[in-house]
């Protein structure tokens, strides 16, 4: 079956989880819409790996660890979408394996991780829901924890995105 992409930009793929466009965005549901297939099998050659991503029989399959924190797969998740959207649609030998090394900050990046990495934080946390949930009224803050468990991303995530874009949290 063919897939259609809803669109390329991170930044605008929660839009397509329909009326339900506030975090968490539904970043399983939005692979599963593009035609990503799950791989749940795990194997000793896998140990130390937090994703994978390759295609198989003209499909792309997604390996997640499924030992790692929520928010660390939905990290992962979103960083293997990046890979495909960015650098598998034109070439179908492309494998990524990513450990945690890889996509932690300070690791050794190339620059693919490095794109990949701001695509998912993009498609975690879009600037206009982030600029929507800070502008909600309340009493106090919203603290980068509060907005962290809001999108269901780690702290650190949330601290750095921030900061790319300028925000800040109270
Ligand atoms: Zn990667």
Redo the contacts with the bound molecule.
């Keep these: 079956m063919d897939y259609v992409l809803p669109t390329k930009d991170p930044e605008q793929l929660y839009l397509h989880q329909g009326s339900c466009a506030f975090p968490p965005v539904d970043v399983e549901g939005l692979a599963r819409a593009m035609g990503i297939v799950f791989d749940n099998n795990f194997s000793l050659s896998r140990f130390g790996y937090s994703g994978e991503i390759r295609w198989q029989e003209n499909r792309p399959v997604v390996w997640i660890n499924p030992g790692d924190s929520l928010v660390r797969k939905r990290f992962t998740l979103a960083?293997?979408i990046g890979?495909y959207i960015l650098h598998m649609l034109d070439d179908r030998d492309a494998v990524?394996k990513?450990d945690v090394k890889?996509?932690r900050r300070g690791g050794e990046w190339t620059s693919?991780?490095m794109q990949?990495n701001r695509f998912a934080a993009s498609l975690l946390m879009p600037k206009a829901l982030l600029v929507a949930e800070m502008q909600k009224p309340r009493f106090w803050g919203p603290t980068t924890a509060h907005l962290a468990e809001r999108f269901q991303v780690s702290e650190e995530s949330m601290g750095y995105r921030l900061s790319n874009l300028g925000l800040k949290a109270s």
């Design positions: 960083h293997e890979h990524f990513d890889i996509m693919k991780e990949a």
